[in-house]
């Protein structure tokens, strides 16, 4: 399998490194797409870790290479600029950066191309997990959808937590911030996802409450929910560790990631 990759960082690298696994998905050939500025010093980091890799700065590049799957990992901006023209060209792109569909004209503009392309937009499940049966009774009536984010201190940092807050000496748990999906993913880009992915499985980006909270005490990132609908209740919390290289992303976000490329190639889709 060839696959294509935007963005170089926390997810990228470790993803690498996961498909070097004896039993990874079969992936022959990589192309990496990255900032532009940054091709030469990714060349060095990336021909480090995989010899399959070909590093581009252009989405052209990128689309011309004919990728069997592309996987974006290259927050909101990384959406706005590549998986529009990606999906037009008829390429899949698995969109890790889901709170970037919370900007309505975005999220247009995506659909329409994968229209256009007859491409599709695959919404990994990320950090969080049930989204199979969150997407699946959303058509079974009305639905209300509870999320609550939990994550330490330094996990926050460099969002408007830290005006709220002093991350530095919380002693206890601290909600900061009450909202809808849509305002969540807008003020914390970078953390919001999981709210953003369990809101478009469920009742949407405006019907789904979310609580932000900064917890010293707290095991990992941790993700809680309860679903309530006419067919089933549902209630979840995940206890994910944070990634080696970034503590927004927890690690088991880029097993999710793994496990679509998996989806993508093999035999059974599971
Ligand atoms: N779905 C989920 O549950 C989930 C969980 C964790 C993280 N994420 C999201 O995944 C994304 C990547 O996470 P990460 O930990 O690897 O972050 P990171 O900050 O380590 O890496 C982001 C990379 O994107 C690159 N980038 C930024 N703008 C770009 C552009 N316009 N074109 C090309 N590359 C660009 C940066 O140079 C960097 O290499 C983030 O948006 C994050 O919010 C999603």
Redesign the pocket.
């Known amino acids: 399998m060839h696959l294509g990759l935007?963005?170089?960082?926390?997810?990228?690298?470790?993803l690498l490194g996961f498909l070097d696994a004896p039993d990874a998905p079969d992936v022959t050939r990589i192309t990496l797409?990255?900032?532009?500025g940054?091709c030469d010093r990714?060349q060095d980091e990336i021909a480090a870790m995989t010899p399959k890799a070909e590093i581009v700065e252009e989405t052209a590049d990128l689309i011309a290479a004919r990728p069997d799957l592309i996987v974006?990992?290259?927050?909101?901006?990384?959406?706005?600029?590549?998986v529009g023209p990606c999906l037009e060209a008829g390429f899949d792109v698995v969109?890790?950066?889901?709170?970037?569909l919370s900007d309505t004209d975005l999220a247009a503009r995506l659909e329409t191309a994968a229209r256009a392309g007859g491409a599709r937009i695959i919404?990994?499940?990320?950090?969080?997990g049930g989204i199979d049966i969150v997407s699946a009774l959303s058509a079974s009536g009305e639905v209300t959808l509870t999320y609550r984010g939990t994550k330490p201190p330094k996990a926050w940092a460099g969002s408007p937590a830290a005006e709220a807050l002093d991350l530095d000496t919380l002693e206890s748990a601290a909600v900061f911030f009450t909202g809808t999906a849509r305002e969540a993913a807008a003020q914390f880009?970078?953390?919001?996802?999981?709210a953003?992915?369990l809101a478009l499985a469920g009742p949407g980006l405006d019907k789904t409450r979310v609580e932000l909270v900064a917890d010293p005490a707290a095991p990992g990132n941790v993700h809680s929910y309860e679903v309530v609908s006419p067919a089933a209740k549902v209630r979840v919390e995940i206890e994910n560790l944070p990634?080696n290289?970034?503590a927004?992303?927890?690690v088991?976000?880029?097993y999710?990631v793994l496990r679509e490329i998996r989806n993508h190639i093999g035999p059974m889709v599971i």
């Open positions: 935007i963005g170089c960082g926390n997810i990228v690298k470790t797409l990255v900032r532009a940054q990714a974006e990992a290259a927050g909101h901006a990384g959406v706005a600029e590549h969109v890790v950066s889901v709170g970037a919404l990994p499940a990320g950090a969080v880009p970078k953390n919001a996802n999981v953003a992915t990634s290289g970034n927004k992303t927890s088991a976000t880029i999710s």
